[in-house]
């Protein structure tokens, strides 16, 4: 994309960002410390589409905001942290074209160990305490896969249908 | 979908200058992972507590309340076992259970975390959203990450919408063939949904740009605003209170 675009990226990383909420709080599965969901297939599918920039920026925010509008605000620091980071690695590890199927899976665990890793250390550091973030490893681990994997057919998915997509990553 | 997190009220916190809300709310991060005194913890919690009664209201203190327990009950029944030293509570045979260390200890987390829990979700409750944008904008917070913001929150339902409907037509064509289905059947039932949904956010995107170019988005003459924050006529007193409490209370309860 021209780099002169400003509108258009903003536009991107708008609607991005709500598409992320929207996966976050579509479907909600309550775990001991907040909520198992979609967000990872968003920010996987945006990472696989789109280009780090707009990853980190759509996944951090969007994770964010998600957890602001349903009452987790003390997570929203920690998920624009851990989820822009993910956005970003997966993108950076995508980036390279054509894509070898190599390069997918160590997209993948690198989304699964940014996502558990990052809670782990953070919500054990700021919010909770370590048993109780070691606890949400699993879930998050599993998240995260499903999200890769997911991600990733969506990001072939909609490349079939709607082509001009790629012409608004950067 | 309900994106507003503000509810409505009278109190004192609703009057607050939302720069000093900022700021207040950042100190009093930092002020509950201070070395202070566990009563020093329990009184900020009271304080809290009461400052939510007060304002948004006792629904909003117990909804807050409910989103967190399961993680409260997790950290109590668990947390206390991690720590073996100190005076034994609670023993079985030879085996110590319980120390008042690992009881304390937990204690002080479990206040910690709801006080961070409150505090967060207190700023969103008793302020509107556009503002908590002003006022981040106040501490140069740039123009473009405001304006992503507040269009994000105006395309949420939008989207959402179009996800509900596009789930529902998807379910008609199917007529009750998703019920027979398992977890991952169903999970995979979903690629096509969103797909359709993704499609549709996505062919938004241009004309979003385009909106934004007529509007002057990116010209050198910035776009009128029509809502500033100088309603707030206290807001020296405010920043002083702000500052103030977290302060005394840390050098009167200081560990």
């Known amino acids: 994309m021209n780099k002169e675009k400003h509108a258009l990226k903003v536009a991107v990383v708008t609607v991005l960002t709500a598409v992320v909420v929207v996966f976050t709080l579509v479907i909600r599965i309550p775990t001991t410390k907040g909520y198992l969901n979609l967000c990872d297939v968003a920010i996987c599918f945006i990472a696989f589409t789109f280009g780090p920039i707009s990853a980190f920026l759509a996944a951090g925010l969007g994770t964010a905001i998600a957890d602001l509008i349903s009452g987790y605000a003390q997570w929203a620091p920690i998920s624009f942290v851990v989820h822009g980071i993910e956005g970003l690695l997966i993108a950076l590890i995508v980036r390279k074209q054509p894509l070898s199927k190599m390069r997918i899976l160590l997209a993948a665990i690198g989304c699964i160990l940014t996502v558990s890793l990052g809670y782990f250390v953070l919500s054990a550091l700021f919010i909770s305490t370590v048993a109780v973030a070691a606890a949400e490893i699993p879930p998050n681990m599993i998240q995260a896969g499903v999200g890769a994997v997911f991600g990733f057919a969506l990001s072939k998915a909609i490349k079939r249908a709607y082509p001009p997509v790629s012409a608004l990553s950067w | 979908m309900t994106v507003n997190t503000y509810l409505s009220n009278t109190g004192w916190l609703y009057r607050f200058d939302p720069r000093a809300k900022i700021f207040f709310l950042v100190l009093l991060l930092g002020w509950v992972f201070l070395p202070v005194t566990l009563a020093g913890l329990g009184c900020m919690l009271l304080l809290i507590l009461f400052t939510a009664l007060s304002n948004p209201g006792p629904r909003f203190v117990l909804s807050t309340f409910t989103s967190i327990l399961p993680m409260i009950i997790f950290m109590v029944l668990f947390a206390p076992f991690n720590v073996r030293s100190g005076t034994a509570l609670i023993t079985i045979h030879s085996f110590v259970l319980l120390t008042e260390e690992g009881a304390l200890q937990v204690l002080r987390l479990a206040i910690r975390f709801i006080s961070i829990t409150y505090l967060a979700t207190l700023l969103f409750a008793t302020t509107p959203m556009p503002e908590i944008l002003l006022a981040l904008q106040w501490y140069r917070l740039p123009y473009k990450a ?110």
């Open chain 2, 146 to 255: 405001s304006l992503i913001i507040t269009l994000a929150f105006t395309y949420i339902p939008f989207i959402a919408d179009g996800f509900a409907q596009i789930e529902e037509s998807h379910r008609l064509r199917e007529a009750g063939a998703h019920l027979e289905r398992k977890r991952i059947g169903k999970i995979r039932s979903l690629i096509p949904t969103l797909t359709s949904s993704l499609v549709l956010a996505l062919r938004s995107i241009p004309t979003l740009a385009l909106s934004l170019e007529l509007r002057g988005y990116g010209r050198a003459n910035k776009r009128t605003r029509y809502h500033d924050l100088s309603s707030y006529r206290r807001t020296f007193t405010d920043f002083l209170i702000s500052g103030m409490i977290p302060v005394i209370s840390f050098l009167v309860f200081k560990a």
